[in-house]
Nanobody
Framework: QVQMVESGGGSVQAGGSLRLSCAAS????????VAWFRQAPGKEREGVAA????????NYADSVKGRFAISQDNAKNTLYLQMNSLKPEDTAMYYC???????????????????WGQGTQVTVSS
């Protein structure tokens, strides 16, 4: 059973930064991928960024390219999302997700991921 636990959410003013962390037991798998998603009230869950745990290759949603950075510390079994230049529209519940066996294109669709954390709230005020 893969466990995912997010932390690091909070409230920040527009233009500010936050770093989210996700403790993920999926790093014991050799070909996993992990990702960050977000969901605002009344909206569908949106893929933000994803990374292969082995190669470190990444994929980003257009809405966050150049502002957000996904990274990982495999030794600590931890995934990160550095969020800079935050905008009010970035306000959402942020989730980390994992797929233990991951090949091919690094997807940002929620259906692709099997395990999810409980979420951490990010609120950006104008």
């Amino acid at each position: 059973q893969v466990q995912m636990v997010e932390s690091g959410g909070g409230s920040v003013q527009a233009g500010g930064s936050l770093r989210l962390s996700c403790a993920a037991s999926v790093y014991t798998y050799s070909s996993a991928c992990v990702a960050w998603f977000r969901q605002a009230p009344g909206k569908e869950r949106e893929g933000v960024a994803a990374i292969y745990t082995s190669s470190g290759a990444t994929n980003y949603a257009d809405s966050v390219k150049g502002r957000f950075a996904i990274s990982q510390d495999n030794a600590k079994n931890t995934l990160y999302l550095q969020m800079n230049s935050l905008k009010p529209e970035d306000t959402a519940m942020y989730y980390c997700a994992a797929r233990p066996s991951c090949v091919g294109y690094l997807r940002l669709q929620a259906y692709w991921y099997s395990y999810w954390g409980q979420g951490t709230q990010v609120t950006v005020s104008s």
